[in-house]
């Protein structure tokens, strides 16, 4: 079998930075504790608690409820995708030390967003609802109004006749332009933003690329990884007869599934450990 794997790989440098960092955060407190994910992806945050990081996270519940979930004694870790101000509010109360690792693409999304309301002007951020970014972003003011892709967005709430749009870091180009094609129609002199992290705009870059000579696509990523779920859509999209896998590691990986295939293609999201991906193409090629 013939194995192919699409660069880059590994840790976008977001991530590398907010793992390296709550790593030397956990050689100089023995308690400490990341409240949510702090990447989107299982076996990074195995790494994490290998270096005694405890990961305290639930599904079901906003950041800001999990503060009360935190241990006795405890510093905090706040993730790479960014957090509402009152999830600092409410630790600074509680007098609870962290540490806020968002990434620096993020931080630059925020304070664009901070000088365009500045500036007296709402915002349409698109989105998916729920998402620690988007929670983050919409929370600065009250001028900034959701777009989930995922609803009809209601355009009765945008009162300014010339709107920012602004979108989360990991979406696919092609998916936001669309949403922007929608929100012109309606708002002519709305101004766009284009503001997908390159980490994000490389990999799907990669995915387009990929040749004809493909059997299979594996998609590799954490499951509530938007960046890895965005390549994944747009493998199924590009290649509608070729078989698309999106599995988070080796584990998850069917030997029968690959039977008679000869190209198999592998991509990853931005928070995969590259030897996550190495392993998978190792077991590959050995079959």
Known sequence: MK?????????CKGVELAIQKAINLSKKYDKICVLGMLVHNNDALKELESNGIVTIYSKDK?????????????????????????????????????????????????????????????????????????NAMISISSDIFLYDINSDFDFSQIKDLSPFVMSQTTFSKDEINNIYLKIKEVIKDANVIENICNASNLRQQ???NIKNDADAI????????????????????????????????????????????????????????KHIILEIKDYLESI
Request: aromatic share 8%.
């Open 3 to 11: 194995v192919h794997i699409l660069e880059p790989i590994g840790y």
């Open 206 to 208: 990669a995915v387009k």
């Open 218 to 273: 594996i998609v590799v990523g954490g499951f509530n990884s938007n960046n890895t779920k965005t390549l994944y859509y747009m493998a199924k999209s590009l290649y509608p007869n070729c078989l698309v896998i999106h599995v988070e590691n080796l584990k998850q990986i069917i030997e029968k599934d690959l039977k008679g295939l000869n190209h198999v293609y592998i991509l990853s999201g931005a928070s995969t450990p």
């Open 62 to 134: 906003k950041i800001y409820d999990l503060i009360d979930k935190i241990p006795q004694g405890y510093k905090v870790i706040l993730t790479a995708h960014g957090h509402e101000l009152k999830v600092e509010e409410k630790l600074q109360k509680l007098g609870i030390e962290y540490f806020d690792l968002t990434c620096p693409k993020v931080l630059l999304a925020e304070q664009k967003i901070k000088e365009i309301i500045s500036l007296g002007h709402q915002i349409i951020f698109i989105g998916k609802k729920n998402h620690p970014e988007a």
